[in-house]
């Protein structure tokens, strides 16, 4: 596996710069996706008893739609079973920096202050 | 706020295909009402100003009464003599609602100026009725860089807000805006909303939406937070 290229490089990122574990592909009709487990749930127990976060990354300058993203959703949901409630979006810049986005499927549910 | 209230646009379409309102131009429905005036009507005018007018008064002989009572003095004074020195009442314009009826109501011409307000922003029509048939508030979004802001109807959850923004379902969304709106966002304790509606003969692959959808379309809405790590 290229270790530069845009998997290898998020998932470096992530396994010792953030310290996740278990971290592999998930390999989808029209997207990759990495799949892992971060250092502490990254949210309350709720939403996170599965342990598991899925990735898509992607390039700064790549283009992203609405469409693509339902496509992303539906796909991993053939592959999961049900629709996840959300993805990380791992965005990298052309500089080696990559900033992670959550992108839920839907509204999200308003945090209580 | 008071009136006249300043609507945005997609709020006058939605409260006119509600039924809530009527479009007027303010020319024809003057023109409407006083090409048709009488007598009786200048008198009906005439007679709901002096109206008003008395009401006010009685309102503030009440208050006046009120304070005396509370301060211990006597209430039976001068009444005249009061309301000579002491009262101020603005007087206002005749109410010319009391003669809408007078008005005949152009259904065709409404739907017209209608028909204009969609052909400029019907998806983003689209997004707004979408998220009033959830109960949400809408405001205008300038203040946080988008489209609007959406308020969850449910007092008991008044602190989160939604920045709601409207993209092409075929349009790139830019990842730098994506970066800049869901870090702003997460700043100020909301979510960075990608709303679109679905285009093409895809499947409803996008869970179920409530009813309320103009000709059978369906919203993809996608929040984004910055995860907090990274």
């Known amino acids: 596996m290229n270790q530069n290229g845009l998997l290898g490089q998020v998932k470096q990122n992530l396994l010792h710069y953030n310290l996740w574990s278990d971290i592999s592909e998930i390999k989808l009709p029209n997207y990759t996706l990495i799949q892992g487990k971060p250092k502490e749930p990254l949210s309350s127990a709720a939403e996170s008893h599965n342990e598991y976060e899925i990735i898509y990354p992607i390039k700064l300058t790549d283009s992203l739609t609405p469409k693509q993203l339902n496509q992303i959703f539906e796909e991993l949901k053939l592959e999961k079973g049900n629709r996840l409630p959300k993805i990380i979006c791992a965005i990298l810049n052309d500089d080696g920096t990559i900033v992670y986005y959550n992108i839920y499927n839907g509204l999200i549910k308003p945090k209580k202050n | ?230």
């Open chain 2, 1 to 230: 706020m008071g009136l006249p209230l300043l609507l945005m646009t997609e709020e006058i379409v939605w409260l006119v295909l509600k039924n809530l309102a009527i479009l007027v131009p303010g020319k024809k429905y003057i023109e409407s009402i006083y090409s048709k005036i009488s007598q009786d009507d200048i008198q009906l005018l005439e007679k709901e100003k002096k109206d008003y007018l008395e009401d006010q008064l009685a309102i503030k002989i009440k208050q006046f009464e009120e304070k005396q009572i509370k301060l211990n003095r006597p209430v039976k004074i001068n009444k005249d003599f009061l309301i000579e020195n002491f009262t101020l009442i603005i007087p206002r314009e005749p109410n010319p609602l009391l003669l809408k009826d007078r008005y005949v109501h152009d259904k065709s011409e409404e739907l017209v100026s209608i028909t204009n307000f969609l052909k400029f922003s019907a998806t983003t029509y689209s997004i707004f009725q979408y998220l009033k048939s959830l109960d949400y508030f809408l405001l205008p979004g300038l203040r946080f860089g988008g489209r609007f802001i959406a308020y969850p109807g449910d007092p008991l959850r008044f602190h989160s807000h939604l920045i709601v923004n409207d993209f092409k379902y075929n349009e790139n969304i830019d990842l730098i805006k994506l970066v800049r709106g869901g870090r702003l966002a997460t700043g100020v304790k909301k979510a960075w909303l990608v709303a679109s509606v679905i285009e093409g003969d895809e499947e409803k692959c996008v869970d179920k939406q409530k009813d309320d959808e103009i000709a059978g379309e369906e919203i993809a809405c996608f929040s984004v937070e910055w995860a907090g790590f990274g």
